[in-house]
């Protein structure tokens, strides 16, 4: 902000503004809807693989080589074991988008739960006062 006075340019002190509960639920509300928006989940990773075979002459052992694939795998824990599965192109992308709806809903969760904090003490913080 410019002074009248002196004609140079002044800090504008900026006051932070601490959310109100109303606002908590707003936001809490918010993310409730974003996660009853979130498809099929899943957990693990797709990745894809190339093989080279045993055959001297294949083009997997030529120079450059050119190994055979991709083949799509997924992999996850099940059970507390290592599961993999082998999957066709198709359903290969599925499994990606179900693993990203997974963790969107992770980060959601997580954020629902600091802004439920943030609530909860403001509630508390008013029945101490009360």
Same mark, same amino acid.
């Given at each position: 902000?410019?002074?009248?006075?002196? &004609? $140079?340019? $002044?800090?504008?002190?900026?006051?932070?503004?601490? +959310? #109100?509960?109303?606002?908590?639920? =707003?936001?809490?509300?918010?993310?409730?809807? $974003?996660?009853?928006?979130? %498809? !099929?989940? *899943?957990?693990g990773?797709?990745?894809?693989? !190339?093989?080279?075979? &045993?055959?001297?002459?294949?083009r997997?052992?030529?120079?450059? +080589?050119?190994?055979? %694939? +991709?083949?799509?795998?997924?992999?996850?824990?099940?059970? %507390?074991?290592?599961?993999? =599965?082998?999957?066709?192109? *198709?359903?290969?992308?599925?499994?990606?988008?179900?693993? &990203?709806?997974?963790?969107?809903?992770?980060?959601?969760?997580?954020?629902? =739960?600091?802004?439920?904090?943030?609530? #909860?003490?403001?509630?508390?913080?008013?029945?101490?006062?009360?």
């Open positions: 902000m410019v002074d009248p006075l002196l &004609g $140079e340019n $002044e800090p504008v002190a900026r006051a932070t503004k601490t +959310p #109100t509960l109303t606002e908590h639920e =707003r936001r809490y509300r918010e993310l409730l809807a $974003e996660i009853g928006e979130i %498809g !099929f989940i *899943r957990s990773s797709v990745a894809p693989r !190339f093989n080279y075979c &045993g055959k001297p002459n294949c997997c052992h030529a120079d450059p +080589p050119q190994p055979h %694939g +991709p083949y799509w795998q997924w992999t996850a824990k099940v059970d %507390g074991k290592t599961v993999n =599965r082998r999957l066709s192109e *198709r359903e290969a992308a599925l499994y990606q988008e179900w693993i &990203g709806n997974d963790r969107r809903l992770r980060a959601l969760i997580e954020e629902l =739960r600091a802004v439920a904090e943030q609530a #909860t003490n403001l509630v508390l913080d008013q029945v101490v006062k009360v």
